[in-house]
């Protein structure tokens, strides 16, 4: 079973940010009290907060969902169509073989990188080994 991560952040711009997340990437609301709100982000719980002078916003390095590839290519056409410059091309290696896996990164308008992931065989490449 998956179980959802939550991953909190500062944003310059609530407004800009909801824009995106819910009209290009069309993900949903959670709570939203207009100095923070919640995305459901492919799953996941992701908080982001108007950036206050005592709360600054610093970009993430990078992070982003895991999808299965039909999910992963319509998002990127989504992306694609609404302009939205990939920092990463689609890209895709090992074509057809059972290591296959495609990524693509682009950013967010507070400038947080997304990385949108599949793997050809999620459970080989993802699964924990035990030691």
Same mark, same amino acid.
């Given at each position: 079973m998956i179980k959802p991560f939550h991953l909190s952040f500062v944003v310059p711009d609530l407004n800009q940010a909801k824009e995106f997340y819910v009209n290009v990437l069309d993900c949903?609301? #959670?709570?939203?009290?207009?100095?923070?709100l919640d995305i459901l982000f492919f799953g996941h719980q992701i908080t982001m907060h108007q950036e206050q002078p005592s709360m600054k916003a610093k970009a993430i390095d990078h992070f982003g969902p895991v999808l299965d590839k039909a &999910?992963?290519?319509?998002?990127?056409?989504?992306?694609?169509?609404? #302009?939205?410059?990939f920092q990463l091309p689609p890209t895709i290696?090992?074509? #057809?073989?059972?290591?296959?896996? #495609?990524?693509?990164?682009?950013?967010?308008?507070?400038?947080?990188?997304?990385?949108?992931?599949?793997?050809?065989?999620?459970?080989?490449?993802? &699964?924990?080994k035990n030691a």
């Open positions: 949903n609301v #959670g709570r939203d009290n207009g100095k923070w &999910e992963w290519q319509a998002v990127a056409e989504k992306l694609s169509s609404s #302009g939205v410059a290696k090992d074509n #057809g073989t059972s290591a296959e896996s #495609g990524k693509y990164i682009v950013k967010d308008p507070a400038g947080n990188l997304l990385e949108f992931k599949y793997y050809g065989s999620f459970s080989t490449t993802i &699964e924990a």
